[in-house]
């Protein structure tokens, strides 16, 4: 039992040991000013969000209806047809 905890104790001390992957670093600005097509609105109780223009010019606008749900090595993601969705 000593021998197996002593192995345990040093796996979890070398895989806490190994590199560790670093997330990339992106500005929050490159969102801001790369989605066009829209305007960042401030929604009482909520915060800031992004209205496309789209949807105060035609009434009958709703979100996920011009495109199509697709399941990606990441999980599912919705592709849009819209110009602002990418």
Do not use: C, H
């Not at 000593?2 to 969102?31: N, T, Y």
């Not at 066009?36 to 969000?49: F, K, R």
Request: glycine content about 10%.
């Amino acid at each position: 039992m000593k021998k197996f905890l002593f192995a345990l104790s040093m796996l979890a001390f070398v895989v806490s040991a190994l590199p560790q992957a670093r997330g990339a670093d992106v500005s929050i600005d490159f969102i801001y000013d790369n989605l066009s097509g829209g305007n960042w609105i401030e929604a009482e109780g909520y915060g800031y969000g992004w209205q496309p223009d789209v949807a105060v010019s035609d009434p009958n606008w709703r979100p996920y209806a011009d495109g199509y749900w697709a399941y990606t090595d990441y999980g599912w993601t919705w592709i849009s047809y819209e110009d602002f969705g990418w």
